[in-house]
C-alpha cells in the first residue's frame, strides 16, 4: 500500500532561518514519482518539484532544495533563508501508476509559519 | 497563460439544495480529477475523468456526481448537500500516457458553503 508520512504538522520559524520538512513514504513500487507542493492561504496547490525513482539526484532551485534518499524512502525539502511568502501547508505526495492514470497519495502537510 | 479555472470560488448553498461547481483547463490534458479538501487535512480524491471514461474511487458518496461534455470543462455536482460536505472542492489536470507520470495541475479551488 502507498502511504506518505509528514510527521510535522506545524513548524514556527523566524524570517531568514532555514528549515526543512520532512517526507517519508511507502511503496512496493519500483518506479514510482513524488512531488511536493505549496498551498497557500489562497487555497490554491501549486507544484514545486517532481522526481522519479530512478533519479536520486538532489536539486536545488533559488532557495528550494530537495533532498531524495532511497535508503531511508525520503523526499526532504529545505528552505534556505526563509521569506514570509513561504507561509503555507506544503504536501508531499507519492503517485501509483494505475491503469489509465496516476493516482496521487497526499501526506497530511506541514505548516509552515515564517515570522518577521 | 494555460492554466485551470474554478468558478466560483466561493459557493454558498443551503442545506439539500443542489450545487454544480464548474472546472476549466487551457491545458488540452486529458484526465481532469476532483478533489474533496477539509480543513486541515490532504485532498482527497473523489472521481478522475480520462478522456470521456468516468472514474469513481469506492467510497466517493453518490451524493457526488460529475460531468465532463467536452476536453476544457468538468463539473461537479452535489445533489443534496450536508453539512458535512462543507469544503474547498480542488480540480486538478494531468497529461496521462502509458508509462508515464504526469504532474497534476491544480486550479484555485471553490470553497463550499452549506447553511
Known amino acids: 500500500a502507498q502511504k506518505v508520512t509528514q510527521a510535522q504538522t506545524e513548524i514556527s520559524v523566524v524570517e531568514k532561518e532555514d528549515v526543512t520538512l520532512d517526507c517519508v513514504y511507502e511503496t512496493r513500487d519500483t518506479t514510482y514519482y513524488l512531488f511536493w507542493y505549496k498551498q497557500p492561504p489562497s487555497g490554491e496547490l501549486v507544484f514545486l518539484i517532481r522526481?522519479?525513482?530512478?533519479?536520486?539526484q538532489n536539486e536545488i532551485s533559488g532557495r528550494y532544495s530537495w533532498n531524495f534518499q532511497k535508503s531511508t524512502s525520503s523526499f526532504n525539502f529545505t528552505i534556505t533563508a526563509s521569506q514570509v511568502v513561504d507561509s503555507a501547508v506544503y504536501f508531499c505526495a507519492l503517485s501509483e501508476s494505475l491503469y489509465n492514470f496516476n493516482k496521487f497519495y497526499f501526506g497530511s502537510g506541514t505548516k509552515l509559519n515564517v515570522k518577521p | 497563460d494555460a492554466m485551470v479555472i474554478q468558478n466560483p470560488r466561493y459557493q454558498v448553498t443551503q442545506f439539500g439544495k443542489p450545487v454544480t461547481l464548474s472546472c476549466s483547463q487551457t491545458?488540452?490534458?486529458?484526465?481532469m480529477y476532483w478533489y474533496q479538501q477539509k480543513s486541515s487535512q490532504a485532498p482527497k480524491l473523489l472521481f478522475h475523468y480520462y478522456d470521456k471514461d468516468f472514474n469513481n474511487e469506492a467510497d466517493t458518496p453518490d451524493n457526488f456526481q460529475s460531468r465532463r461534455p467536452n476536453t476544457s470543462f468538468c463539473f461537479l455536482d452535489i445533489r443534496s448537500p450536508g453539512l458535512g460536505d462543507a469544503a474547498m472542492y480542488l480540480c486538478a489536470t494531468s497529461r496521462e500516457s502509458a508509462g508515464t507520470t504526469d504532474t497534476q495541475y491544480f486550479g484555485p479551488g471553490t470553497r463550499l458553503t452549506v447553511l
Open positions: 491545458l488540452n490534458h486529458n484526465v
Open positions: 522526481r522519479n525513482s530512478f533519479d536520486e
